[in-house]
């Protein structure tokens, strides 16, 4: 112990260029650190907020004859050095260079990780991330998850700077209350990199989006997280309606068309219209109608969960089903 009743730091430590620095106040910033530093020689490095505390912190000199100085100077000074009047502890670095090993969030990329504070998953909509993070560039796709860290979302831009003036703008703010459901009080972005840089979005879902693909499909289960059933005056769910109509043929004696598809035994097909209101008139008209006489071939129709079918175009049709005394025949025609 010094006769201060400070502890004896290894003055005499094989020397370095690096000093490390103890006991520095709460957030001590790196101008803070060359204010302290600077008389005795040029700084090359530092890094700070070190250790469990974020009360320490390395200096680089361009020589070692700099280092020694500061050392030498503050050891026999009757004034320690300090910062915010704290008494800042000085010492030889066991290392000779100070290394900064950025981890994947520090790298810039186009792809930005998003952590929401604050939330918990459907608080905020995809359509709000969309709407605060296209402020700043073309967004080309969102995808939203869970995990131990909280609500997370992977935003993409076309480059870099773009992504980096998003990230510089948005990190640690809040999305503005009047875009947040009303028992939300607050919710705060911790953004960095992600090291991805292109996005593999497979349907357009309340989870995920791509919005340079608008003939990517729609996920059907998507759509239940978040369509809630309305319910009639009689208690019982009320269907949503939609442009695609599910049909299903029982009693069927003849062949329909080639478009039927043969599913757990019974035979429907999915009819596309240009609009909701069309599909609603044709499935009041045709509910319940058989398409030959003597009862075959009833239609059953309902609204489909899907609003476009994806169909893919083929030279031959190899697909025409006919049931004729409980036998299946399976028939192909050339376009």
Not at 52 to 60: D, G, L, P, T
Not at 182 to 201: F, K, M, P
Not at 261 to 289: F, M, S, V
Request: negative net charge; proline residues 4%; contains cysteine.
């Amino acid at each position: 112990m010094s006769t201060s009743g400070q502890p004896q730091f290894r003055y005499t430590q094989t020397p370095s260029k690096v000093l490390h620095l103890r006991n520095l106040p709460w957030e001590c910033t790196e101008e803070e650190l060359v204010e302290l530093c600077r008389p005795f020689g040029k700084i090359v490095n530092t890094k700070c907020n070190v250790g469990a505390n974020r009360n320490q912190a390395f200096v680089e000199y361009v020589d070692l004859n700099q280092a020694i100085n500061m050392v030498t100077y503050y050891a026999s000074s009757s004034e320690p050095a300090r910062i915010r009047g704290k008494t800042v502890y000085i010492q030889y670095s066991n290392r000779h260079e100070i290394v900064h090993n950025k981890s994947p969030g520090d790298v810039p990329g186009n792809v930005l990780l998003v952590t929401i504070e604050g939330v918990e998953a459907g608080d905020v909509s995809i359509d709000v991330i969309h709407l605060v993070f296209s402020a700043f560039g073309f967004v080309h796709k969102i995808a939203t998850f869970e995990k131990a860290a909280g609500f997370q979302a992977l935003i993409q831009y076309s480059d870099v700077q773009t992504a980096s003036t998003a990230r510089e703008s948005l990190d640690c703010r809040s999305i503005p209350r009047y875009l947040l459901p009303s028992h939300v009080n607050e919710c705060h972005l911790r953004i960095s990199y992600s090291a991805h840089t292109d996005l593999n979005i497979k349907f357009q879902s309340h989870r995920s989006r791509d919005y340079t693909n608008p003939y990517l499909p729609v996920n059907p289960t998507a759509m239940e997280g978040f369509l809630q059933p309305a319910v009639g005056a009689d208690g019982k769910k009320m269907e949503f309606e939609s442009n695609v109509l599910l049909a299903s043929i029982e009693n069927m004696q003849y062949a329909v068309t080639v478009d039927v598809l043969h599913t757990n035994g019974a035979t429907q097909a999915l009819i596309q219209y240009p609009d909701i209101t069309t599909a609603a008139a044709a499935k009041n008209a045709l509910e319940g109608h058989c398409i030959y006489d003597g009862g075959y071939c009833k239609l059953h129709l309902s609204y489909s969960r899907h609003t476009d079918l994806n169909v893919k175009v083929k030279k031959c049709v190899e697909l025409q089903f006919c049931e004729t005394n409980n036998e299946r025949e399976n028939s192909s025609a050339c376009l």
